[in-house]
């Protein structure tokens, strides 16, 4: 079945440890996002990718980088984790049609804990 | 001010209940409007899409209110499985292209 993969699904890092985080879709869809969610809270948008065309929401933290090196692989890295940044990480992707009614799909996340 | 808002949650209900949950938004150029069901440690899935016109898929029902910016969901009937977090989803025009804004989510809670 189509779908978008994350790995791994359970990450524990290191305070100040690098850690990437993996996403892969099979849908073909041109646009990628990465989402960080805290407990009881909203997703909130990191960046996204239309294509190779780089996204940075204003408010996330330079810590937070992203790779896509191809149209099914989009890459979270993490330079320098605090325990703040402990979340789940939710990828998402989406085709682009040119209009904001484009449905989101989600992959099952990567739980991060930051010891 | 939020850019999204929910009704606080949790809703308690009895099995067969109707609940309706409501979510304002701030920014009149809104374009897109979405309902996300998302369940404990699991990611969010769609529910159903939000049009003008109102939209009913089964026991859920879905209005939008442009004037007043509001987006609203009615689940009639309630079962145990409709257990779960719901989270309203809005997208405006940004410089990047579009701008993907989650609610806080309200929880619903069905009892038997």
């Known amino acids: 079945d189509a779908m978008v993969i994350q790995n791994p699904r359970y990450q524990v890092t290191q305070f100040g440890k690098p850690v990437t985080l993996s996403c892969s879709q099979t849908?073909?869809?041109?646009?990628m996002y990465w989402y960080q969610q805290k407990s009881s809270q909203a997703p909130k948008l990191l960046f996204h990718?239309?294509?190779?065309?780089?996204?940075n929401e204003a408010d996330t933290p330079d810590n937070f980088q992203s790779r896509r090196p191809n149209t099914s692989f989009c890459f979270l890295d993490i330079r320098s984790p605090g325990l703040g940044d402990a979340a789940m990480y939710l990828c998402?992707?989406?085709?682009?049609?040119?209009?904001?009614?484009?449905?989101?799909?989600f992959g099952p996340g990567t739980r991060l804990t930051v010891l | 001010r939020k850019e999204v808002e929910q009704d606080p949650g949790p809703f308690n209900v009895p099995e067969g209940a109707t609940v309706a949950f409501n979510c304002t938004y701030s920014?009149?150029?809104?374009?897109?409007f979405f309902w996300y069901r998302q369940d404990c440690r699991k990611e969010p899935k769609l529910l159903m899409s939000?049009?003008?016109s109102g939209n009913e898929d089964g026991r859920f029902t879905a209005q939008l209110n442009r004037a007043s910016q509001y987006i609203s969901l009615l689940i009639r009937d309630s079962k145990l499985s409709d257990s779960a977090t719901y989270l309203c989803v809005v997208i405006g025009v940004s410089e990047g292209g579009f701008k993907t804004i989650f609610g806080a989510g309200t929880r619903l809670f069905v009892k038997a």
């Open positions: 998402a992707t989406s085709p682009f049609s040119g209009r904001a009614t484009d449905t989101q799909y």
């Open positions: 990718y239309y294509d190779k065309d780089f996204n």
């Open positions: 920014n009149s150029a809104s374009q897109s």
């Open positions: 939000v049009y003008s």
């Open positions: 849908l073909n869809h041109n646009v």
